[in-house]
């Protein structure tokens, strides 16, 4: 089964719009990390928010924040106030604690496009 | 003061041929991998040394040679180079342990074509 699930290839939105990223994952270690990371043309790999398991509040970072619904077992992005630059590739990954405590597994991806 | 740092960023070569990219990393860092993303974008494990040592091994071709002289240096050696091979090669590092906020870094990838 994928550990990661990232059903959306590719979505739009509209410049100051929030936009939600949807990421769902599969693990059954009690212990784990999610982790979104941003993907620009120019192909680097940015590091943009973090949830750990047994945090009881949503991560936050500026206009990211992160929806865990751990039951659903659900990480979704949230951007609000969506700007030009936000447009890029946006992976969602998890790092579990108990088992391969040193592997990371990444979905495959959403493109996101911000209109103007 | 970048933190992981590859070389090269782009790399060109004729199939057949073998070459290496390096990675370096100042973050203290005991953890290193090495990830391949295709045309796709997707992103696909190869390998992870920790402390020197190999720790996870994926199913890549035996062609692949990590190695790892220190906890610093991750490189990567690929022989007899084909056109399936032509791809971005991330190397990434992390702090090992059982904390979950343990962020990979990721170097800027380089950029492999094999013509």
């Known amino acids: 089964a994928q550990k990661i699930t990232q059903t959306q290839p590719g979505m739009f939105v509209q410049e100051k719009e929030a936009v939600t990223l949807d990421c769902t994952y599969d693990?059954?270690?009690?212990?784990?990390?999610l982790f979104w990371y941003k993907q620009p043309s120019s192909g680097e790999m940015i590091f943009l928010i973090y949830?750990?398991?047994?945090?009881?509040q949503n991560a936050t970072e500026g206009r990211y924040s992160l929806n865990f619904q751990k039951a659903r077992k659900s990480a979704n992005l949230v951007i609000s106030a969506s700007q030009l630059g936000d447009s890029a590739m946006y992976f969602c990954?998890?790092?579990?604690?108990?088992?391969?405590?040193?592997?990371?597994?990444f979905g495959s991806g959403t493109k996101l496009n911000v209109k103007p | 003061d970048t933190a992981v740092s590859q070389t090269p960023k782009y790399l060109v070569t004729q199939m057949g041929n073998d070459k290496s990219i390096k990675c370096e990393q100042n973050?203290?860092?005991?953890?290193m991998y090495w990830y391949k993303q295709d045309s796709k974008k997707f992103l696909k494990i190869m390998f992870s040394?920790?402390?020197?040592?190999?720790?996870i091994n994926e199913t890549v071709p035996n062609r692949f040679s990590p190695k790892s002289p220190d906890k610093a240096h991750l490189n990567l050696h690929i022989n007899s180079l084909e056109l399936g091979d032509s791809a971005v090669y991330f190397c990434?590092?992390?702090?090992?342990?059982?904390?979950?906020?343990?962020?990979?870094?990721f170097g800027p990838g380089t950029r492999l074509t094999v013509l």
């Open positions: 990434a590092s992390s702090r090992s342990g059982r904390s979950s906020y343990n962020e990979q870094f």
């Open positions: 693990t059954s270690d009690p212990s784990y990390g």
């Open positions: 949830q750990g398991s047994y945090d009881q």
């Open positions: 990954a998890m790092r579990e604690l108990l088992y391969n405590f040193n592997k990371f597994y």
């Open positions: 973050l203290g860092h005991d953890t």
């Open positions: 040394y920790n402390n020197k040592e190999l720790i």
